[in-house]
């Protein structure tokens, strides 16, 4: 099936092109005398959020909302049930508790916006449930306050956000990965795009739902590789900190930067994940508090993969 070619090559191209920019971007800055906390809470940190912004603002400018909001909900849905239900398999995954009382509820604040600020109808009697301008522009300062939070963390507990080396490549060579990289991103997030709609119409199944199941687990395949490596190697913090930073960027940043584009009107069919997107950061705050304190357990791993399943029945197709 065409639509299914176009749909994996783009997300490879996202992937990788993503992977080239962040080290050609690293490299450079490590030529220029850049700190490697200061590239951790920039390059790198933005570099995992990539393959959904480029996607969204594919999805925005081809005037298909369903596969932008969608991307968002389902990205975030997969990062916290399927990407730590998984690695919390290899281990059980404790955390800080400064990532249990703050950049977690940080994550539900963020879910619990979206729900609101797409119940136009609901809230007002609106038309219709519109991510406005307005909207975007005000989640881009919530992002920038985001942002100052971790910048004062880091300071004073630099080990945490450490990202250790980066390579340093020659200046050409590092140009030519910034410049490689874009172009893939650019290429892939159109055929991403494409691929999704192709797929939908040929199986009969909605725009939103694709959006919420291929194209969200595809971009998520940086989180995806890092949290189940961290997991693997013992380090839970990367684990699960790559997976509440990345959720925050994507409602924040990502869906704050596509809708100040162009406003994105929210489908009906998407109303369950939007649901679900909270639930997901309640459950995990929930687990978090629970038996052993500030550990995701390998029982409440499998406990978070079946809400996922459940959840993949029950989304309208």
């Known amino acids: 099936m065409l639509g299914c070619i176009w749909l994996i090559a783009g997300l490879v191209l996202v992937v990788k092109g993503a992977d ?16 490697d906390l200061a590239i951790g809470l920039t390059v790198v940190a933005f570099g995992t959020s990539l393959p959904e912004l480029v996607v969204n603002l594919a999805a925005v400018l081809q005037h298909k909302p369903e596969l932008a909001i969608g991307n968002v909900t389902g990205s975030n849905i997969c990062n ?64 920038a306050i985001f942002l100052a939070y971790i910048a004062g963390m880091a300071r004073d507990l630099p080990e945490v956000v450490q990202q250790g080396e980066h390579a340093i490549y020659p200046a050409g060579k590092s140009l030519l990965l910034l410049a490689a990289g874009l172009v893939f991103l650019i290429a892939g997030g159109r055929l991403v795009v494409l691929g999704a709609v192709q797929v939908a119409m040929a199986l ?44 925050i960027f994507n409602i924040f940043l990502i869906l704050g930067t596509s809708s100040v ?21 309640v459950l995990l705050l929930v687990f978090l508090l629970i038996g052993r304190r500030h550990t995701l357990q390998r029982w409440q791993g499998v406990a978070l993969l079946a809400v996922y399943a459940i959840y993949l029945i029950c989304q309208p197709r």
């Open 80 to 143: 916290i049930l399927l990407i730590l239900g998984t690695a919390s398999l290899f281990c059980p995954l404790g955390v800080q508790k400064n990532t249990t009382w703050k950049e977690i509820p940080f994550s539900l604040l963020a879910g619990v916006l979206l729900l609101v600020m797409a119940s136009d109808r609901w809230l007002d009697g609106a038309s219709q449930n519109v991510i406005s301008r307005t909207d975007g522009f005000g989640l881009l300062a919530l992002f």
């Open 204 to 247: 009969g199944l909605t725009e939103s739902f694709v959006a919420v199941t291929l194209v969200a687990v595809g971009t998520s395949l940086p989180e995806l590789a890092t949290s189940v490596v961290a997991a693997y190697k013992k380090k839970a913090d990367i684990a699960i900190g790559n997976v509440v930073g990345s959720n």
């Open 261 to 281: 584009t162009r406003q994105i009107p929210v489908p009906d069919d998407l109303r369950l994940s939007l649901y679900v997107g909270v639930l997901a950061v």
């Open 20 to 35: 080239w920019l962040v080290d050609g971007a690293c490299s450079l800055a490590r030529r220029l005398g850049v700190s």
